[in-house]
């Protein structure tokens, strides 16, 4: 964004966006946080020259109350969420993304004077809903690779994101594949983000490729590309760029919507419909050049609308000259590696906000997050500070020093180095180590009752998540004048009286639930190093804390005076 935009800016939210509602529909303003509002008449009040604003998604359109007279407002809506979740009722399943009724979603839309639709069938509930200028305009997908008729099929993909529409329909599709598959036939490779909500799938003719280095790598490595689309509203994505990238599509009526397109391959019913058409396909070398054609044709075709679309909805913008700020110049990201108990820290100052690693192989831990306040008097920076850490290079991880700092206010979580432990222990424990006085999102005061050098039980109350298991947490022992210890939580169970203990949370979702919980020392190379009798002290380890997603956790354990300590 900073290489197209002239300026680029961060807007925290202090509460989360709820994902569930037992009701009909979310109101139109639930997912919109007020610092969204803030911004927007603070951007305003400092650039009154700015003639229009385009709002993403309808669920945000409420800032546009905050817009003067006279400014153009322009909402791209993406999709429809009136009765989205309707889609959801033949999985048995609740949605967890926005959606709403009619109603409030005609009081949104009315809040703009133009209204931009992706496909045409949503542009004309659009226009039956609300007295409004709707405009089509689907992107349009540039021709990235040429079209080649694959003369049989052996390999055959989808690629996309574990969201609910991808997850129900690959996962339906690819038992309903594996069912009556064979040798003979292509093999079905899925790649991209939703292997991780689909790890344990081990069927016949089905193969989970995981995350791949770039899309076109992807494509290049498989004859056709399935879109066996159950649900889901806008235009697929999956579909456009397999076309753009020269690959012939097969799927379902879903997943074409949008296309305008008759041909019989790309129009199917269903999994069953969906499974026989490439059964009948995979080596019909006449039938797979009929559909490469189809599918270049059907670009082709598309692309002209797109294009046509585009110039009426800027033939229809009103004129008015502008200001135009000066661009300004893009700058390096602000770096500074710092080196302590056995790990190396490289400390980022970046917009970059998807990176799991550094070019150095350092694995993203946690990364800054402002408060509203904070974030709105310095003027919204879109700059973050990110923390990468990697083990020093001769392996020690022994080397003198304290932990190089993590943090410098709130800060959330990479969870991919929690769940996926891909820095060796000692490591970790430095991290935590390091973690262990930075801002957590729940707290709590704990009573050891139970006490080895093999294991520890506590009573406390913690979120109702941890009683649960429902969420892959890491846990470590810290304190003053110990290195922290990793500990595995062996066993939880839910109390019936509370023991009187303080809990605190800054996220009103976290329910306290008094427990007990057992520990043991966490095993490195089958052997665990016993957990100190120090701290049966108060000056000894004196905390646990939990890492889990991006929630950090802290049980502050009661010093001697006030625990009585049984050994068991």
């Not at 305009?137 to 040429?146: G, I, N, Q, S, T």
């Not at 594996?178 to 193969?207: F, K, Q, R």
């Not at 000259?321 to 490289?346: F, H, K, L, N, Q």
Request: aromatic share 8%; charged share 20%.
């Amino acid at each position: 964004m900073a290489a197209v935009f002239d300026r680029v800016f961060y807007i925290p939210a202090a509460a989360q966006i709820p994902l569930k509602t037992w009701a009909g529909g979310f109101m139109i303003d639930a997912w919109c946080p007020p610092e969204l509002d803030e911004f927007v008449t603070w951007y305003f009040g400092r650039n009154p020259d700015t003639c229009a604003i385009v709002v993403n998604y309808v669920f945000l359109s409420r800032c546009l109350d905050a817009v003067p007279d006279g400014v153009l407002r322009v909402i791209d809506t993406h999709d429809r969420f009136a009765d989205r979740h309707l889609q959801y009722r033949p999985f048995r399943a609740e949605p967890n993304f926005f959606f709403t009724d009619r109603a409030s979603e005609g009081v949104g839309l009315l809040r703009a004077d133009m209204i931009l639709a992706i496909q045409s069938a949503e542009a004309d509930y659009f226009r039956d809903l609300v007295d409004r200028d709707v405009y089509l305009l689907p992107p349009v997908f540039a021709e990235r690779a040429k079209f080649r008729a694959p003369r049989r099929l052996t390999r055959f993909g989808f690629i996309g994101h574990g969201n609910d529409p991808n997850l129900f329909s690959i996962s339906r599709f690819a038992h309903g594949w594996a069912a009556t598959w064979n040798p003979d036939l292509p093999v079905l490779v899925i790649a991209g983000e939703i292997c991780g909500s689909l790890s344990g799938l081990d069927l016949p003719g089905v193969e989970l490729a995981g995350y791949v280095d770039a899309v076109e790598t992807f494509y290049a490595g498989v004859d056709a590309v399935v879109a066996p689309m159950l649900m889901g509203s806008g235009l697929k994505m999956k579909v456009a760029e397999a076309l753009s990238l020269g690959r012939p599509v097969i799927g379902t009526r879903i997943a074409f919507e949008g296309f305008d397109t008759d041909y019989p391959a790309h129009r199917l019913d269903g999994i069953a419909d969906t499974v026989a058409a490439i059964r009948r396909l995979h080596d019909d070398l006449d039938g797979l050049a009929t559909l490469t054609a189809a599918c270049l044709d059907l670009l082709a075709r598309y692309n002209a609308k797109a294009t046509a679309c585009e110039a009426a909805w800027l033939n229809a913008i009103p004129r008015r000259s502008a200001r135009r700020a000066a661009p300004s110049a893009a700058r390096a990201p602000d770096v500074s590696i710092t080196v302590g108990a056995g790990i190396i820290v490289r400390e980022e100052r970046s917009l970059r906000s998807l990176p799991t690693a550094d070019e150095d192989g350092g694995i993203l831990v946690a990364t800054e997050n402002p408060s509203p306040a904070t974030a709105r008097e310095a003027g919204y920076p879109s700059e973050r500070r990110r923390w990468f850490v990697s083990p020093e290079p001769d392996g020690s991880l022994q080397s003198a020093g304290p932990a190089p700092a993590l943090h410098g206010g709130p800060v959330s979580l990479s969870p991919e180095w929690i769940h996926r432990r891909s820095l060796p222990q000692p490591a970790r424990e430095a991290i935590a180590k390091s973690l262990g006085d930075a801002q957590a999102d729940w707290t709590a005061d704990g009573r050891l009752i139970g006490y080895e050098a093999d294991g520890l039980t506590l009573v406390t109350c913690v979120p109702s998540f941890l009683v649960g298991r429902s969420r892959a947490t890491a846990a470590f022992l810290i304190g003053d004048g110990e290195r922290a210890r990793e500990l595995r939580l062996t066993s939880t169970a839910a109390l019936a009286r509370s023991p009187g203990l303080p809990f605190a949370a800054t996220r009103g979702t976290l329910t306290p639930v008094p427990a007990s919980l057992t520990f043991e020392p966490l095993e490195i190379d089958g052997s665990a190093s016993p957990i100190p009798a120090a701290c049966k002290t108060p000056s000894g380890l004196t905390a646990v804390l939990f890492l889990s997603d991006d929630l950090m956790g802290l049980i502050r354990l009661a010093s001697a005076c006030n625990t009585r300590f049984e050994v068991h």
